[in-house]
């Protein structure tokens, strides 16, 4: 089906390296939103994009992570020297809309791990 | 700023109903909704609530008091499959855009 990808599901890497992750929206969605989920923890918000402007980046948690979106469609979260603390899951939705009762749809999220 | 709250975990009968409440305090309430999740698997959305009332949908229903800052989804005639984690989602007005706030889910354990 034409749900949200995100890529790579898995990801491995020492710290201090650093981490590209990818999302592909639903086609036609102009809303994106990356978030992070610790293990039995609920979703940390991490930043929005309506199109490609991101109106709300109030969720980064350090200068380290920095995301784009391009033509309006995939986005990249970007996190540089990774610490052991950033390992988590990085999921990934999009909407329809934003401000609309549009539900958000969810991709499989990427399992990032620092050794 | 949002708070939301929801019990950690709760277990179950196979074939007996389960509540699942959620509170919350929010500047400006725009929207509620409920989302289920499996381990390891992306949250899949179950229900909206923007208005007092119940949304039935099937064995599953969420119930919504704005003035209570109050929600809570009922799940019937459980199964085995429902055992999952069950996210309460507040949307405030003053959010730049269709921002959620997640509670910390309720993971729901089904027993035969």
């Known amino acids: 089906g034409a749900g949200v990808s995100q890529s790579p599901s898995n990801k491995v890497t020492e710290k201090g390296k650093d981490v590209e992750l990818r999302c592909d929206p639903i086609?036609?969605?102009?809303?994106l939103y990356w978030y992070r989920q610790s293990l039995g923890q609920g979703l940390e918000f991490l930043i929005y994009?309506?199109?490609?402007?991101?109106?709300?980046k109030s969720g980064l948690p350090s200068d380290r992570f920095s995301a784009e979106r391009t033509g309006g469609s995939v986005s990249t979260l970007t996190i540089q020297r990774t610490q052991q603390e950033d390992s988590a899951v990085y999921l990934c939705?999009?909407?329809?809309?934003?401000?609309?009762?549009?539900?958000?749809?969810f991709g499989d999220g990427t399992r990032l791990s620092i050794l | 700023g949002q708070n939301i709250d929801q019990p950690t975990e709760m277990t179950a009968t196979e074939g007996a109903i389960v509540q699942i409440n959620c509170t919350y305090q929010?500047?400006?309430?725009?929207?509620l909704f409920w989302y289920q999740q499996h381990a390891g698997e992306a949250p899949t959305f179950l229900s909206y609530?923007?208005?007092?009332g119940l949304e039935e949908k099937g064995r599953f229903s969420s119930f919504l008091s704005r003035s209570k800052g109050y929600s809570y989804l009922l799940l019937k005639e459980l199964q085995m499959k429902d055992s999952a984690s069950y996210l309460c989602?507040?949307?405030?007005?003053?959010?730049?855009?269709?921002?959620?706030?997640f509670g910390g889910g309720t993971r729901v354990l089904v027993k035969p």
């Open positions: 086609s036609g969605h102009t809303a």
């Open positions: 929010t500047s400006g309430f725009n929207g």
């Open positions: 989602a507040v949307r405030d007005l003053t959010a730049a855009g269709n921002k959620l706030t």
């Open positions: 939705a999009s909407s329809l809309r934003e401000m609309s009762h549009q539900p958000q749809h």
């Open positions: 994009f309506q199109g490609n402007s991101a109106p709300d």
């Open positions: 609530n923007v208005l007092d």
